[in-house]
């Protein structure tokens, strides 16, 4: 049988669309089309190649997909309507990347929207290698924050996330819920938004930013990785009638981009979300360290920053009310470009430098009074990359295929 429509769909948008593709979420054995310069003959051999046989594949027996209870109808009419919205969202990204190159060389780049997956997809319902399960969406434990590598690798780094808007609501809104990433490392929850419903953030319409926490451990990246969203709004009562902003899943490409912010909008009818983030070659994990001999409340703020961007992380902003660790943050840096971690406390701005490959802070506060310690361990962990997950997961399902009967294949 013939994979669907978006398998063989891959738009070309022009400014900075490169990443804007469809075969990696609706099929990781996706082979692109020949060239539209070949002749008719290579045409068809391409097609040949293009249409695979499913029967080719594994079939996962053991792990059950979110997608797998549609119809192949539901499906197909899910995946049309998923191209559709797709393909309107990134002709308005050309679009505007038009308008916004009319301002010269320093406009800046309007946000593209992240690839928001459909519910379903042809391999969920074939029990083939969909995201659902490439991404082990169905397991909601976080990550192991002892993985790492203490070599430097591609990663992920998060700048900051905002709701830029919000239809039909009255501010202030009470926001709570997740926000994670799953990444090549192990593909469970990372989280960098991170609320209860008994701890929500309130966010005013002239301040629509949503705080980060610090991941459990460095997000690595080596082609994609997959951004879960499930935020609400908290209402009165028993939780009953309270409203979902965003639940999504969201597919991150890495292309050639490194080094560079971007700004990732998640759209959905009720609500966009928009993400700054960048990819990183050559990065390190980095975990910041903060003390205080502090024993009353005293309102500080920390942040952090690097010589390659120029955007900041808020790292906290709160009280400390007693002594020892205030906080630990995991950020990644480039292993050439200096971590500053700044504190604004008491109508003071106070700076520590550190970089990769040097022992302490290469430059501190020249204060004894400052009752704060600043410490940041570079890549502390030591792990080697094994197989990848999608050999593993055949593997399993090849042997998995074998254990059982005949009649059950």
Not at 114 to 131: N, S
Request: glycine letters at 6%; aromatic letters at 10%; one cysteine or more.
């Amino acid at each position: 049988m013939a994979p669907p429509v978006a398998e063989l769909l891959s738009p070309s948008i022009t400014a900075h669309c490169s990443d804007l593709g469809f075969a990696s979420a609706l099929s990781p054995d996706y082979s692109p089309p020949v060239g539209e310069d070949d002749d008719d003959e290579d045409d068809l051999l391409g097609a040949t190649i293009t249409y695979r046989e499913v029967e080719e594949e594994p079939v996962d027996y053991e792990i059950t997909c979110p997608g797998q209870s549609f119809t192949e109808e539901q499906q197909d009419e899910l995946c049309l309507n998923w191209i559709e919205r797709w393909s309107d969202l990134c002709v308005q990204y050309s679009d505007s990347c038009d308008a916004v190159s009319l301002g010269g060389e320093n406009a800046p780049r309007p946000p593209w929207p992240l690839k928001v997956l459909p519910e379903t997809t042809y391999p969920c319902i074939t029990r083939g290698y969909c995201y659902h399960r490439e991404y082990m969406t169905s397991d909601t434990s976080q990550t192991t924050s002892s993985l790492g590598f203490s070599r430097p690798q591609d990663m992920m780094r998060i700048f900051s996330l905002k709701l830029s808007s919000c239809k039909s609501k009255s501010y202030p809104i009470s926001v709570y819920g997740i926000l994670a990433v799953r990444d090549d490392l192990e593909p469970l929850r990372n989280y960098v938004f991170n609320r209860s419903r008994d701890d929500p953030v309130m966010i005013h319409q002239d301040s629509l930013a949503l705080p980060l926490c610090s991941p459990c451990r460095g997000m690595y990246v080596l082609d994609r990785a997959l951004l879960e969203v499930d935020l609400w709004v908290k209402k009165e009562g028993d939780g009953s009638t309270d409203e979902q902003l965003l639940s999504v899943y969201a597919e991150i490409d890495l292309g050639s981009s490194f080094d560079e912010i971007f700004t990732g909008r998640v759209h959905s009818e009720d609500c966009i979300l928009d993400m700054d983030y960048a990819f990183l070659a050559q990065g390190v994990e980095a975990i910041i360290q903060v003390f205080t001999s502090v024993d009353s409340p005293r309102h500080v703020r920390f942040i952090a920053s690097s010589s390659s961007f120029d955007e900041e992380i808020v790292l906290f902003e709160g009280k400390c009310v007693e002594k020892g660790e205030l906080f630990t943050h995991v950020v990644a840096v480039k292993t050439k470009e200096k971590l500053e971690v700044r504190l604004e406390w008491e109508n003071s701005l106070l700076a520590w430098t550190f970089q990769y490959g040097t022992l302490g802070a290469s430059s501190y506060p020249d204060d004894d009074s400052v009752p704060f310690y600043v410490n940041v361990l570079f890549a502390p962990k030591n792990r080697e990359r094994g197989p990848s997950r999608y050999h593993a997961w055949k593997e399993r399902c090849r042997n998995m295929g074998r254990k059982l009967p005949a009649a059950d294949c």
